[in-house]
C-alpha cells in the first residue's frame, strides 16, 4: 500500500511569487490534513479537508488556502510569498473512522522562500 | 485548550544505554496522546499511541511510553539505544479520534547517540 505521497519534495520561490503543493493520500483516506514545521514555530496545524470540504482551519492568513478533489488528493496554495513562509510543509492522511486514530504523514515539502 | 511540553530539547546519550524522553501535557478534557518520530528530512512516524485502557502503552522500534493521569505526563522510555534512534521525537495531543486535524504537538526532543 502506497504512503502519503507528496511532491514536489523542494522548491525555491522567490517573495510575493505563489506556490501550490500537492498531496496525495493514502488509498481509501478521505481525511487530509496541513502542517507547517518551522525551527521557530514547531509544527503548527493548517487546515483540514474531508470530502472536498474544509473542515478545521488553523491560525494561518488568508493567504494559505486549500482544496480537495473528489478522489481526495489535496493542494495547498500560498500567494504573495514572505520570508517566513520558508517550512517544511507536512500532509497527513486519515481514514476518519471511529477508533482509526492513526495518521499518516508524508515525508514533507521543503519551501525556501528567497 | 490543550498544550503540550517535552522539558528536553536535546538528549545525548551513549548506545546501549537506556533513555527517556519526557513530556508533560495540559488539557481540561480527555485526550489522545502521541509519541512521533523524525528522521533527518523524513515526515513524521507514529511510534504509539494511548487512547484508553493499560497505561502502559508499547510501540515500534522498542519503545513504550507510560500515561499517567495525575502527572499528566506520557514519557517515552526505551531500555537500550542504537544508534538508529537518532531522531527528533514528538510528544502531541488530540481531541480527534479518527483524523490528523488539529493535532498539537510539542516543541520535539532531538535524541543523539554516541557511540
Known amino acids: 500500500k502506497a504512503g502519503v505521497t507528496q511532491t514536489p519534495r523542494y522548491l525555491i520561490k522567490t517573495r510575493g511569487q505563489q506556490v501550490t503543493l500537492s498531496c496525495s493520500p493514502i488509498?481509501?483516506?478521505?481525511?487530509v490534513s496541513w502542517y507547517q514545521q518551522t525551527p521557530g514555530q514547531g509544527l503548527q496545524f493548517l487546515f483540514e479537508y474531508f470530502s472536498e470540504t474544509q473542515r478545521n482551519k488553523g491560525n494561518f492568513p488568508g493567504r494559505f488556502s486549500g482544496r480537495q478533489f473528489s478522489n481526495s488528493r489535496s493542494e495547498m496554495n500560498v500567494s504573495t510569498l514572505e520570508l517566513g513562509d520558508s517550512a517544511l510543509y507536512l500532509c497527513?492522511?486519515?481514514?476518519?473512522?471511529?477508533?482509526?486514530?492513526?495518521?499518516?504523514f508524508g515525508q514533507g515539502t521543503r519551501l525556501t522562500v528567497v | 485548550a490543550q498544550s503540550v511540553t517535552q522539558l528536553d530539547s536535546q538528549v545525548p546519550v551513549f548506545e546501549e544505554a537506556p533513555v527517556e524522553l519526557r513530556c508533560n501535557y495540559s488539557s481540561s478534557v480527555s485526550v489522545y496522546l502521541f509519541w512521533y518520530v523524525q528522521y533527518p528530512n523524513q515526515g513524521l512516524q507514529l511510534l504509539l499511541k494511548?487512547?484508553?485502557?493499560?497505561?502502559l502503552v508499547k510501540g515500534i522500534n522498542g519503545f513504550e511510553a507510560e500515561f499517567n493521569k495525575s502527572q499528566t505526563s506520557f514519557h517515552l522510555r526505551k531500555p537500550s539505544v542504537h544508534i538508529s534512534d537518532t531522531a527528533e521525537y514528538f510528544c502531541a495531543v488530540s481531541r480527534g479520534y479518527s483524523s490528523a486535524s488539529k493535532i498539537i504537538f510539542g516543541s520535539g526532543t532531538r535524541l543523539s547517540i554516541r557511540p
Open positions: 494511548y487512547l484508553s485502557g493499560s497505561t
Open positions: 497527513a492522511s486519515s481514514q476518519d473512522r471511529v477508533g482509526d486514530t492513526e495518521a499518516f
Open positions: 488509498s481509501g483516506h478521505r481525511s
